[in-house]
């Protein structure tokens, strides 16, 4: 039988994180010792009642974790003589706990320095050498969800350590009425500069309506923005794709960019600044060569993990812990969903915890109930709107060779992450999707 002391100690150890509070710990002590409430109450001065209430939810936290029920009469014999075995699961549980707390739910962006993040080579030295030159352009295009971001943070993590100030502008939180005005569109992009450089706005002073907006843009960020740090700036547009469904407005403000970058090159404050692109799918604007950013700088094309990024991540995911000790025991995983990050990513989070076996994960995958249910059921929501779209993703299914697609429509199932191309040829990017829409 346990001690007394070991007895509290192991209530300490169920109800964690939570953290007992004195009088807690003084009502289990007392109840322990077969003392009755009214007895506890008289020894520390408190009131009988609040005295019962503190010992009722204490009981009922106690019950919830061990899965069965703890009160005060049963409650000496239900925690001394703890079956082993079910001390056993108990430890599971709590190793659980533990190991959820180490780790975040995959889908967010990894913050710099992540344990979790996978260094893309030679690819990621390229853009880090990059960012050290002046007035320089990256162009980083993937499919969604296969890591742009996280790469921006990464890349503004080292900025960060050579003294450069970084601004990310997530071009999908402006208003939609702003994607119909290009001088409000470009006032707000001018005021997420001047937010995240600790300026404040000053339009009056800078913005001239017969200059016109690309005029007025350009000089508040050389006259002012720029002019007012002593250090290089990395601004990163995110998602610049969510511009392609508004063509003209996109024009003028590709236009101006590729304008900011060739004046990079020129002495003067223009050579602070470094320029990042993201976005998931190819431009399909007529814009001429000359006037384009996507010709221009490195292009930085996110692939799939391979063979040995994704052994890297097994490990930092720690599922030698759970009896997958090497990459090869993965096969039918990797068959399923190849090397998507994302997909990945949630596989082995729940592979790490416990929860899942292989075998189940792999047999509820391609169904609502699986983990990959709500994602999937995203793109199916975003494909039901395009009958067209829809459409040709059904043939690509379909077929067990790559078929041909027309430009527009296999730039946007690339951009989805839906289909590979090999030219204007598409396949599936992974079995999970033909085996889950198929169904649909």
Same mark, same amino acid.
């Given at each position: 039988?346990?001690? %007394?002391?070991?007895?509290?100690?192991?209530?300490?150890?169920?109800?964690?994180?939570?953290?007992?509070?004195?009088?807690?710990?003084?009502?289990?002590?007392?109840?322990?010792?077969?003392?009755?409430?009214?007895?506890?109450?008289?020894?520390?001065?408190?009131?009988?009642?609040?005295?019962?209430?503190?010992?009722? %939810?204490?009981?009922?936290?106690?019950?919830?974790?061990?899965?069965?029920?703890?009160?005060?009469?049963?409650?000496?014999?239900?925690?001394?003589?703890?079956?082993?075995?079910?001390?056993?699961?108990?430890?599971?549980?709590?190793?659980?706990?533990?190991?959820?707390?180490?780790?975040?739910?995959?889908?967010?962006?990894?913050?710099?320095?992540?344990?979790?993040?996978?260094?893309?080579?030679?690819?990621?030295?390229?853009?880090?050498?990059?960012?050290?030159?002046?007035?320089?352009?990256?162009?980083?295009?993937?499919?969604?969800?296969?890591?742009?971001?996280?790469?921006?943070?990464?890349?503004?993590?080292?900025?960060?350590?050579?003294?450069?100030?970084?601004?990310?502008?997530?071009?999908?939180?402006?208003?939609?009425?702003?994607?119909?005005?290009?001088?409000?569109?470009?006032?707000?992009?001018?005021?997420?500069?001047?937010?995240?450089?600790?300026?404040?706005?000053?339009?009056?002073?800078?913005?001239?309506?017969?200059?016109?907006?690309?005029?007025?843009?350009?000089?508040?960020?050389?006259?002012?923005?720029?002019?007012?740090?002593?250090?290089?700036?990395?601004?990163?547009?995110?998602?610049?794709?969510?511009?392609?469904?508004?063509?003209?407005?996109?024009?003028?403000?590709?236009?101006?960019?590729?304008?900011?970058?060739?004046?990079?090159?020129?002495?003067?404050?223009?050579?602070?600044?470094?320029?990042?692109?993201?976005?998931?799918?190819?431009?399909?604007?007529?814009?001429?060569?000359?006037?384009?950013?996507?010709?221009?700088?490195?292009?930085?094309?996110?692939?799939?993990?391979?063979?040995? %990024?994704?052994?890297?991540?097994?490990?930092?995911?720690?599922?030698?812990?759970?009896?997958?000790?090497?990459?090869?025991?993965?096969?039918?995983?990797?068959?399923?969903?190849?090397?998507?990050?994302?997909?990945?990513?949630?596989?082995?989070?729940?592979?790490?915890?416990?929860?899942?076996?292989?075998?189940?994960?792999?047999?509820?995958?391609?169904?609502?109930?699986?983990?990959?249910?709500?994602?999937?059921?995203?793109?199916?929501?975003?494909?039901?709107?395009?009958?067209?779209?829809?459409?040709?993703?059904?043939?690509?299914?379909?077929?067990?060779?790559?078929?041909?697609?027309?430009?527009?429509?296999?730039?946007?199932?690339?951009?989805?992450?839906?289909?590979?191309?090999?030219?204007?040829?598409?396949?599936?990017?992974?079995?999970?999707?033909?085996?889950?829409?198929?169904?649909?």
């Amino acid at each position: 039988m346990n001690s %007394q002391k070991e007895t509290l100690e192991w209530v300490k150890t169920i109800l964690a994180p939570r953290k007992l509070s004195p009088v807690e710990e003084i009502v289990l002590d007392r109840a322990l010792s077969g003392k009755l409430y009214r007895e506890i109450a008289k020894e520390t001065g408190y009131d009988s009642g609040y005295i019962k209430d503190i010992g009722s %939810q204490l009981w009922l936290a106690l019950s919830h974790e061990l899965n069965r029920e703890i009160n005060k009469r049963n409650l000496a014999f239900m925690l001394r003589d703890f079956p082993q075995e079910e001390s056993r699961n108990f430890n599971k549980k709590t190793q659980r706990k533990t190991r959820l707390a180490e780790l975040d739910f995959p889908g967010r962006p990894l913050p710099f320095k992540s344990p979790f993040y996978i260094e893309r080579l030679p690819i990621e030295t390229l853009a880090i050498n990059t960012l050290h030159q002046a007035g320089s352009l990256i162009r980083l295009k993937a499919p969604q969800r296969m890591g742009k971001t996280s790469l921006i943070y990464r890349l503004f993590g080292i900025a960060h350590q050579h003294e450069m100030q970084t601004v990310l502008v997530n071009v999908q939180q402006a208003e939609p009425a702003m994607f119909k005005d290009l001088d409000q569109f470009l006032q707000w992009i001018c005021w997420v500069i001047s937010q995240q450089l600790n300026l404040a706005p000053k339009f009056d002073d800078y913005w001239f309506e017969g200059a016109g907006s690309k005029m007025s843009c350009t000089v508040y960020m050389q006259e002012y923005c720029l002019n007012a740090v002593d250090t290089p700036v990395v601004i990163a547009f995110d998602k610049v794709h969510t511009l392609f469904d508004y063509p003209d407005l996109a024009s003028h403000f590709f236009l101006m960019l590729r304008h900011w970058y060739e004046q990079a090159r020129t002495p003067g404050n223009w050579q602070k600044l470094r320029l990042i692109l993201a976005y998931s799918t190819e431009l399909s604007l007529s814009i001429q060569t000359h006037q384009s950013p996507f010709n221009v700088g490195l292009p930085v094309n996110l692939s799939p993990f391979t063979r040995p %990024q994704i052994s890297e991540l097994r490990q930092r995911y720690k599922l030698e812990q759970v009896g997958i000790e090497t990459t090869s025991i993965l096969e039918p995983l990797l068959d399923l969903v190849g090397g998507h990050p994302y997909l990945l990513q949630l596989a082995f989070y729940w592979l790490s915890l416990g929860y899942l076996s292989l075998e189940q994960l792999l047999a509820e995958a391609p169904t609502p109930k699986g983990i990959y249910g709500e994602y999937l059921d995203q793109l199916w929501i975003m494909l039901a709107q395009d009958a067209g779209l829809e459409q040709a993703f059904y043939q690509v299914l379909s077929s067990s060779e790559p078929i041909f697609l027309d430009t527009q429509t296999a730039h946007r199932l690339e951009g989805l992450g839906l289909v590979q191309l090999q030219g204007m040829m598409a396949s599936p990017t992974c079995e999970l999707y033909r085996n889950y829409f198929l169904m649909h």
